[in-house]
C-alpha cells in the first residue's frame, strides 16, 4: 500500500468514527425529548418563577375587614417519601388512624375507602402527586397538621404537601359588593379593588421553585431570591352600620313596591366621604334582591323634580325673581308652546293651585311654576340658561376614583340638533337632562355645605399595618358654585318641603322626628333604552339636620309598581330610616340641632343594653340615670332600661357564658355580640330593637344553633 493509499485509509476510518458519535448524540437528544421519564426530569429541576405578593385589605371607616385575600390549600401526598423499612413499618402503622381522620376531615369516602387508596398510592409507587383534598381554609390546614403521620413530620418525611392559593373573601358580603369591587389577575378589575389597585398589589418577589405535577409547584428552598412586598390596605370611607341600614331599608322599599331596582348614597356634608353606598336590582321572579351593578355611579338617568333645585339656583342667580314673586301656576296645566306637551300638577284634578310665591312652587314642586319661571327669565336668552347651568357645575363628570362614572348629559348650546323650543321648560324639571344619583347627591352636598362642590372620595388613606402610607385630601371642585342670598334662599324651600303639617311633598315623611330635614322629591317618567317611556322613577334627595348640616342622602327607586311611585312615597322612607339610623348613633348630631332634653314632656324611651355604651351616651345627652345594683356593688357589663318621667333607672343583669342570653329591649348591635359569642347564629326580621327571641333564655345553646331575632 503506498503512503498516499495509508492516509486515505485513515481519514476514511475517522470520517465513519466521527458520523457514528454525531449520529449517538442526535439518538440521545431525541430520547431525551420523545421519552416522557426524560422530559420529567427535566421538569423536576427548579426554575426561578414569579411570587406573587399577599394582596393588601380593604377596610372599613372604623376598621372592620371588607375584603382581603384568605389562603385556601390544595393538599397532595407523594408516597414515595416513604423509602425505608422502618419508614415503611411506621406508615402501616399510623394508615388506620390516618384514614380515620382522612374520613372526617374530608369525607368523600369512609376510613376503609381512604385505608384502601392511601394504600394502593404506597404500594404503587409511581405516582408523586396523590391529590387528596382542595379549597382547605387556614384554620383546617392546622388541623390537618396534626394528623397521625403528618403530625411532627416535615413533607420531606411524610410526603403531605400544601398548595397555596389565595381567594379573595368579603366578610361582609353583599353589603356594598359592588362599590369594593372585584379582583381578577387577567384584568377587568371593578370598584375600589381596581380604583387601587397599585396599592394593593403590592411588588412580586422570586422564588427557586420545583414542579410536582401538572401546575403545581413547591418550593425547592427555604429562601426567596428576593422576598415579595405585601401590598397597603385601604381605608374606605364606608361605614358599616350605616351601609347594612342602608341596604336593608333599601330592599324593604324594592320589596313592597316590587320596584326594579334602586340605590341610596349617604355623603357626609363637610368632606364628601362616600359613608354608605347600596345599589340593589330585584329579581322580578323570585324577589330576590342583589347588587349586581352600581347605579348610583353609573347611571346618568333624567332625575326629574329633584333638578329643579338646579333650575332655581340659577334662577335666583341672575337677580331677576325673588323668592317671594309670585307665579301663576294656572289650573295645574300648561303648553309652553305649540308642538310641546302639556305638564301638569297634581293638583290639576282639583283645580291647581293658582297664584303662588316661587319659594311655594318648589315647595308644591310645580312643575307650570317651574316651567313658568324659567321661561319668564330666560325665553329671551335660552343660551344664558344652559350657561347658568354650567356655571353652578351642572353637566360635568366628578371624575371621582372609581371607573365607570356615568356622563352627564345636558344641552351646551342652543344651536344643538336636539335643542328645540320646548328644550327650555323640559329642563327646568327634569327632562333632556341626565345626572346619576351620585352627581346629584354631590350638587345637594354643595347646598348643604353653603356652596362648597366637594368631589365624593370613597377612601381616605393607604395604611402600612397602622401607619398611615398616605392619606387623600377632601377635593374641592369649586369653591362657591352660587352667592349666599340664593344658597340661603334655596335652604330654606327645601325645609318647607319636608315642613311636618305644611304643604310640601315630603311633610307627612318626618312628622314626630327630632331632627329637621332640608330635601327635595323627585319623581319622573323612566326612560326606555329604544325610546319613550314606561313606568316611573321616585326620588328624594336632601340632607339633615337642616340647621347644621353633617349627612346628605341620595335615594332613588326605579319603577315601583305597587302602592304608589311619587318621591314621598317611594324613596323618602329610605333616607328617613338612615337618618334615624344616624341620629340615634351619634348624639353630636342632637347638639347640632339644639335639642334640650328638659323642653321634652318625658325622657325618650330607652332600650336594654352595654352598661358602657348607654352610660356615655347618658351623659353626652344629659339624660338622668339611676343605676341600680341592687346591693351588689359591682360595676355591671349589660343592663335593663326602665324610663320614667325624670330618670332613666337601670338593672344589672346576669348573662351567663353558658346560657342563651335575654336580649330582648336590646340594640342589635348589642343581641350580635352576646349571641355570637356563645357560637349562635343569628338571623333577623324587621328593624329597632330586639322583640322576639326565638331560643327560650337560660337554654344551653349548641354551637352553631339559628337564633331567629324580630325586631320593631
Not at 324593604?252 to 353606598?277: K, M, P, R, S, Y
Request: hydrophobic share 40%; proline share 6%; charged share 25%.
Amino acid at each position: 500500500m503506498s503512503r498516499t493509499q495509508h492516509f486515505a485509509s485513515k481519514a476514511w476510518v475517522m470520517f465513519v468514527a466521527f458520523a457514528v458519535f454525531g449520529l449517538a448524540i442526535v439518538a440521545r437528544i431525541a430520547m431525551v425529548q420523545l421519552n416522557p421519564d426524560h422530559a420529567a426530569g427535566k421538569a423536576m429541576l427548579p426554575q426561578l418563577r414569579t411570587i406573587e405578593p399577599e394582596r393588601g385589605r380593604i377596610l372599613s371607616a372604623e376598621g372592620h375587614l371588607l375584603a382581603a385575600s384568605v389562603p385556601r390549600f390544595d393538599l397532595h401526598w407523594d408516597p414515595t417519601v416513604i423509602d425505608t423499612e422502618q419508614e415503611q413499618a411506621d406508615f402501616l402503622t399510623e394508615l388506620p388512624a390516618l384514614a380515620t381522620a382522612c374520613a372526617r376531615e374530608f369525607g368523600k369516602r369512609s376510613a376503609e375507602g381512604w385505608r384502601d387508596f392511601l394504600l394502593d398510592a404506597h404500594r404503587n409507587g409511581t405516582s408523586r402527586y396523590v391529590p387528596i383534598a382542595r379549597n382547605i381554609p387556614w384554620d383546617r390546614r392546622q388541623a390537618v397538621e396534626s394528623f397521625p403521620w403528618l403530625n411532627g413530620r416535615s413533607r420531606n418525611r411524610s410526603g403531605f404537601m400544601f398548595n397555596e392559593k389565595p381567594r379573595r373573601d368579603k366578610p361582609f358580603r353583599p353589603l356594598a359588593n359592588r362599590t369594593i369591587g372585584l379582583h381578577r389577575p387577567e384584568g377587568n378589575s371593578v370598584g375600589i379593588e381596581a380604583a387601587y389597585d397599585s396599592a394593593l398589589s403590592g411588588r412580586a418577589g422570586e422564588r427557586w421553585m420545583r414542579r410536582i405535577h401538572g401546575n403545581y409547584w413547591i418550593p425547592a428552598t427555604d429562601d426567596f431570591v428576593r422576598a415579595p412586598e405585601p401590598g397597603l390596605d385601604v381605608r374606605t370611607t364606608l361605614d358599616l352600620r350605616t351601609q347594612d341600614v342602608a341596604s336593608d331599608a333599601l330592599r324593604a322599599q324594592l320589596d313592597h313596591h316590587e320596584a326594579e331596582w334602586g340605590c341610596a348614597v349617604v355623603l357626609e356634608v363637610a368632606t364628601g366621604n362616600v359613608v354608605a353606598i347600596a345599589n340593589l336590582t330585584r329579581d322580578a321572579e323570585s324577589g330576590v334582591c342583589s347588587e349586581s351593578y352600581n347605579y348610583a355611579l353609573g347611571s346618568a338617568v333624567e332625575p326629574g323634580s329633584t333638578f329643579k333645585l338646579a333650575s332655581l339656583m340659577a334662577l335666583l342667580e341672575t337677580g331677576q325673581i325673588q323668592p317671594t314673586d309670585t307665579i301663576d301656576t294656572e289650573a295645574g296645566a300648561y303648553k309652553p308652546s305649540r308642538g310641546c306637551s302639556k305638564m301638569t300638577d297634581t293638583s290639576h284634578p282639583q283645580g291647581g293651585y293658582g297664584l303662588l310665591r316661587l319659594e311655594e312652587v318648589f315647595e308644591r314642586s310645580s312643575n307650570v311654576g317651574t316651567a313658568k319661571a324659567v321661561q319668564q327669565v330666560f325665553a329671551a336668552d335660552p343660551q344664558a340658561w344652559l350657561d347658568a347651568l354650567a356655571e353652578i357645575g351642572i353637566g360635568r363628570k366628578l371624575g371621582v376614583e372609581l371607573a365607570g362614572e356615568g356622563t352627564p348629559t345636558v344641552h351646551k348650546s342652543t344651536k344643538e340638533r336636539t335643542w328645540s323650543s320646548c328644550s327650555l321648560t323640559s329642563m327646568s324639571i327634569g327632562y333632556e337632562v341626565a345626572m346619576t344619583p351620585l352627581q346629584t347627591a354631590t350638587f345637594y352636598n354643595a347646598v348643604a355645605a353653603d356652596g362648597r362642590l366637594i368631589r365624593p372620595r370613597f377612601a381616605d388613606a393607604l395604611l402600612d399595618g397602622a401607619e398611615v402610607a398616605e392619606a387623600f385630601p377632601v377635593h374641592v371642585l369649586k369653591e362657591r358654585i352660587a352667592s349666599r342670598p340664593t344658597l340661603s334662599a334655596l335652604r330654606n324651600m327645601m325645609e318647607l318641603v319636608c315642613l311636618p303639617g305644611g304643604h310640601g311633598t315630603a311633610e307627612d315623611i318626618f312628622r314626630d322626628r327630632p331632627y329637621r330635614v332640608a330635601g327635595k322629591t323627585g319623581t319622573a317618567r323612566a326612560s326606555q333604552p329604544g325610546g319613550g317611556y314606561q313606568g316611573h322613577r321616585g326620588s328624594f334627595v336632601g340632607y339633615f339636620p337642616a340647621e347644621q348640616p353633617a349627612y346628605t342622602i341620595a335615594v332613588v327607586v326605579q319603577r315601583p309598581t305597587k302602592y304608589g311611585y311619587y318621591g314621598g312615597v317611594v324613596a323618602a322612607p329610605v333616607f328617613r330610616a338612615i337618618a334615624d339610623h344616624l341620629y340615634g348613633t351619634q348624639p353630636e348630631l342632637a347638639r347640632r340641632e339644639g335639642l334640650q332634653l328638659a323642653e321634652q314632656p318625658r325622657l325618650p324611651v330607652s332600650m336594654n343594653g352595654d352598661w358602657s355604651t348607654l352610660r356615655a351616651l347618658y351623659t353626652e345627652l344629659g339624660v338622668p340615670f339611676l343605676l341600680d345594683t341592687a346591693g351588689r356593688g359591682i360595676e355591671p357589663t349589660h343592663v335593663a332600661a326602665s324610663t320614667g318621667d325624670d330618670v332613666v333607672t337601670l338593672s344589672s343583669r346576669r348573662i351567663p357564658e353558658t346560657e342563651v342570653p335575654d336580649v330582648r329591649g336590646m340594640s342589635l348591635r348589642d343581641a350580635l355580640q352576646l349571641l355570637e359569642r356563645r357560637g349562635l347564629q343569628v338571623t333577623i326580621e324587621g328593624r329597632g330593637t330586639v322583640r322576639r327571641q326565638s331560643l327560650a333564655p337560660g337554654t344551653s345553646p349548641r354551637d352553631g344553633q339559628t337564633i331567629l331575632l324580630e325586631l320593631s
